[in-house]
């Protein structure tokens, strides 16, 4: 099944018991409020359905994997609601993958921004290549990593996801990424990645349905209460989203892309 949204598409196939879920968008793979929209429907109906065994979650291209909220949409939003509109969607796909029966790996072929690094922190086994570098950039732009915040937090730690916060504008090379947790795999290329992630989805594919159900509930232990800390912190996103700082700081960006 394929969605187009507005130059961008999700995608899903289903095939030996694997569901890829493929997202892509022309601007270095980031994610509009609809892309989101469709990841986290894509997500919970692969959750449910009976010939899928395991979930591969991508982005398309050999560059970036993603460049975390559109900035395009960013410049949109006018009033809290539609801030809390738009960084609900983080929240929606976030939850999905938490709780997912299904386990989800999440292939990462490049650079992780913001929202991306969200998506790796939700998967259950990350797979990555050396050229993976990831950087949470909200603070730059007047917000914070709110939403993504407590599945980057459970995944690395208070200190590692403190240092990525605050330091906002550097970039951590894919060995820290993997040092911290956030990776379970690091690369040497693309190639070799690939065959990384198919072995591994295979295996799955022929594991037990019930065991990994059980498995993922027990590691996601106590996440519970992010059916609503997540919103709560939508809210927090999508108010700040409108401060002076914030349009500057987006404006600025766009002008050096």
Known sequence: MIRQIQEGYVKSETHNGVTTIEFFH????????????ELAKEIHFA????????????????????????????????????????????????????????????R????????????????????????????????????GPFVVGPAVERKIGVAAFSALSIDATMWRNSEWAKKKGLFAEVHVNIE?????????????????????????????????????????RAAISGRLILSEFSRNAIAAFKAKS
């Not at 929202?115 to 086994?125: R, S």
């Not at 498995?215 to 209460?225: A, P, V």
């Open 192 to 232: 070799n990645m690939n065959e990384a992630v198919d072995r591994l989805a295979n295996t799955l594919a022929h594991s037990s349905p019930e065991a990994m159900a059980e498995l993922k509930k027990i590691t996601w232990k106590g996440t519970e209460h992010w059916d609503a800390l997540l919103f709560e």
């Open 26 to 37: 022309p601007q270095s793979n980031s994610l509009p409020g609809k892309i989101l929209e």
């Open 47 to 106: 959750g449910t359905h009976a010939e899928t065994k395991v979930i591969v979650l991508k982005s398309d291209g050999e560059k970036a994997f993603c460049a975390g909220a559109s900035f395009d949409e960013l410049l949109q939003i006018k009033t809290e609601a539609e801030g809390l509109q738009f960084f609900s969607g983080f929240a929606h796909v976030i939850n999905a993958m938490r709780k997912c029966p299904k386990l989800i790996i999440v």
């Open 108 to 143: 990462i072929q490049g650079k992780c921004v913001g929202g991306g690094v969200g998506l790796a922190a939700a998967a259950d086994y990350a797979i990555a290549t050396e050229k993976a570098d990831i950087k949470l950039s909200e603070l730059a732009i007047g917000i």
